[in-house]
């Protein structure tokens, strides 16, 4: 069972929970499966290390709380919605740096939340949406394109869908890369190159 599974299979659990409104990121691996079988075990496992860590420094820089991960996923949960787009953005573009093709589902929505765990339709959503999503693409329901009005980001209109086991047609939204200004302290750091990369790793 992978992530999404573990996650939305929540819903069926009957027991007292709190309900919250809250926005969900799911991440998700392209081609991880070919790229395992490629690397090989080990050399696999350690770039899935350096993944892990990369989107949880991100998860912790943008005010994000890991819920889950399983294999090459995560789903976490923000207070911002405009925090969880740019934390994507952040995602598919420091990942690419180690060679891997993420994508992004985001959507905001009430969930019942028992102790750590969400479940409810929001995480089915969210699930869904980031399985529709491209390479290197952060994908947003329309909720979470009314939801950041004003947060001076921008959205690209990825067509109306159906979600597997949801009623009614889904309008998606591409997000186009957020001007550094609209992300504020959250703004994209520059990737060391020559001279400042080696200093860098000196003082680590």
Known sequence: MDLQERLTS???????????????????????????????DRRWQG????????????????????????GDGFLATFSTASHAVGCGFEVTRSLSWLGLDARVGVHTGECDRFGPKYSGVAVHVAARVVRLAGPREVLVTETVKGVVAGAGLRFAERGRHSLKGLPGVWPLYAAVEPDPVALGPHAPRPRATGRRARVARLGA
């Open 10 to 40: 929540l819903a069926s659990r009957e027991a007292d929970g709190s309900r919250v409104l809250v926005t969900l990121l799911f991440t998700d691996l392209i081609g991880s499966t070919e790229r395992a079988v490629a690397l090989g």
């Open 47 to 70: 770039l899935l290390e350096r993944h892990h860590g990369t989107v949880r420094d991100l998860l912790d820089r943008f005010g994000g709380c890991e819920v889950d991960t399983a």
